[in-house]
């Protein structure tokens, strides 16, 4: 049996998964680039809440926005210094995703640099932490009464509000509908008088913040150093794919049903084939990623629910 904390952490993750899914598929969608760089931006998340957690203290969800905004400027800088040049001269898909290749790199080696400046500012003051390997699990607060972590309740909680904030944001909008434009016809959005540059600039901003956001909360799931994000770019790549890619609801839900599939399933293979199973733990989302392709091509935004819905009521009648 499945123990309740175990499903609180796999939601929690799972959560953090989906929202940086999300970022991968709105900057794809909106300006064709796969952001690799996307792995440097979480990882940031990671160590803006560290370190403002160390040397401030209080709950590490108090800086959640800062992590989010912080990988914000890391978009903004990636955008104009290089994606929108390259798009401009109408580089090839291949060419933006390499292009954000290297850019991680810089920002991954910056990173590095960063952490061994805060690594000697912990040392001279004394603070018994580790910058190279860290844990905030044990920062998070108890939700009274029902004794379980806050961040499995804050974490589909603020999937929830992305959902609905990106619902409003591309419904009700100028710039959101203009959005939902570009993505669905890009020609005809711009022969309307769409600026594709500022949607562009739009869609980093967004999908910055969400992928700070996503490792600033995953921080409090997963354990903290400079790689974690290479780490988890695996299962982000793989929620947006399983999403159906083109639609940013469908990569949350994909992220969430990788990110549950990935904690949940290690578990269960772990109780049947051993501790050593642990090792291939990153295999399982690209193992539920080919299966869900398999069995729908398009991915959970083709999969038609409504009519899902309908089956399922007619065969519980």
């Known amino acids: 049996m499945i123990e309740s904390d175990l499903i609180v952490k796999a939601l929690a993750y799972a959560s953090g998964i989906g929202i940086g899914a999300a970022a991968i598929t709105l900057i794809y969608s909106t300006t064709r680039t796969f952001n690799f760089a996307h792995a440097s931006m979480v990882a940031w998340g990671f160590y803006i809440v560290f370190t403002m957690t160390t040397f401030f203290g209080g709950s590490p969800y108090y800086y959640l926005p800062l992590a989010g ?13 290089v994606n929108r040049r390259l798009l401009e001269r109408g580089a090839s898909e291949v060419t933006l995703m390499m292009s954000t290749l290297g850019v991680d790199l810089i920002f991954f080696g910056f990173l590095n640099v960063y952490i061994d400046y805060i690594a000697r500012l912990i040392a001279a003051r004394n603070i018994p932490v580790n910058p190279f390997f860290f844990v905030l699990e044990t920062k998070d607060f108890t939700i009274p009464y029902l004794n379980i972590r ?7 909680l603020i999937l929830v509000v992305g959902v609905l904030f990106l619902h409003l944001l591309l419904t009700r909008t100028k710039i959101g509908i203009a959005m939902r434009a570009s993505i669905e016809n890009p020609s005809l959005a711009a ?4 600026n594709p540059y500022i949607i562009y600039l739009v869609a980093w901003i967004l999908g910055g913040f969400m992928a700070g956001l996503s490792g600033g909360f995953l921080s409090l799931v997963q354990t903290g150093n400079n790689y974690v994000g290479m780490l988890l770019i695996v299962s982000f790549f793989a929620g947006s794919i399983v999403g159906g890619l083109y639609s940013i609801f469908g990569s949350l839900l994909g992220g969430l049903l990788i990110g549950l599939s990935e ?3 290690i578990y269960l293979l772990s109780i049947y084939l051993g501790g050593g199973i642990l090792a291939y733990r990153p295999a399982i989302p690209l193992a539920v990623m080919v299966a869900t392709l398999l069995i729908q091509p398009s991915g959970l935004a083709g999969v038609n629910w409504q009519g899902l819905y309908r089956k399922l009521r007619e065969i519980l009648r």
């Open 69 to 81: 905004l912080f990988s914000s400027l890391l978009g903004i800088i990636l955008y104009l210094a």
């Open 263 to 265: 904690y949940i399933g």
């Open 150 to 156: 806050g961040a499995g309740l804050v974490g589909p």
């Open 191 to 194: 022969s309307l008088g769409v």
